[in-house]
């Protein structure tokens, strides 16, 4: 949990990262995790994990004029030993976009990326809240998003999906409703 002075600190950055926004349908989530990610909050490696090239395209296309107004990453790096799970949810997400822009081909190489992080999906963006992550979902994956009509923790429901998509079923419970682990897949996410 971030104290009060962190939390305006990242608000404060919010706000000057969306001065440069573009107006694009995913500004403000980026400008979300780009101040957190500068507070060394989430799980984003440098350039998010998209490359020097890419990265940088995105800053140009959602904060054109940022590009010299960032501050140094944070210098992380992406779990190599993960690269194959993390192409498996990237793929999952990429066929599932809404197919609008560029920016949801990023988005679903940065939750793919996320998924790696030992938190909730949404504190490993640098989110600020769950209700942002399904709001991501809903608009760069709305066909995937719409599939979790039971409120699953968005990191368990990708795996999950990933599962069904590759007939492998490793819950013992016959279905979700009667699983001991309910809570665990189900529950609060604060």
């Known amino acids: ?5 962190e939390t305006d600190m990242l608000e ?15 500004d403000e989530t980026y400008a979300c995790m780009l101040s957190s990610w500068q507070a ?12 020097e ?25 992406s779990d190599e030993q993960r690269d194959d799970e993390c192409q498996d949810v990237y793929k999952l997400l990429h066929s599932n976009r809404a197919s609008l822009s560029d920016s949801e081909v990023w988005m679903a190489k940065i939750v793919a990326i996320a998924c790696q992080g030992q938190d909730h999906l949404w504190q490993d963006l640098g989110l600020w809240s769950r ?3 399904s709001e991501l979902m809903l608009r760069n994956f709305p066909a995937l998003a719409l599939k979790n009509d039971k409120n699953m923790k968005w990191k368990k429901f990708l795996y999950k999906q990933l599962c069904i998509t590759e007939g492998i ?19 609060p996410e604060e």
């Not at 909050?41 to 998209?50: E, K, N, Q, R, T």
Request: one cysteine or more; glycine letters at 10%; aromatic letters at 10%.
């Open 53 to 77: 090239d890419v990265f940088d395209r995105l800053i140009s296309d959602h904060f054109h004029g940022l590009e010299n107004a960032l501050p140094v990453a944070p210098g992380r790096k």
């Open 40 to 51: 060394g909050a989430g799980v984003m490696p440098d350039d998010f994990g998209l490359g």
């Open 12 to 26: 404060q950055e919010y706000r000057r990262i969306m001065t440069f926004a573009s107006g694009h349908h995913n």
């Open 1 to 5: 949990m971030l104290a009060n002075t």
């Open 131 to 133: 209700s942002q992550l």
């Open 169 to 187: 079923y490793t819950c013992r419970a016959p279905s979700c409703e009667v699983c001991t682990d309910y809570a665990n897949c189900f529950g």
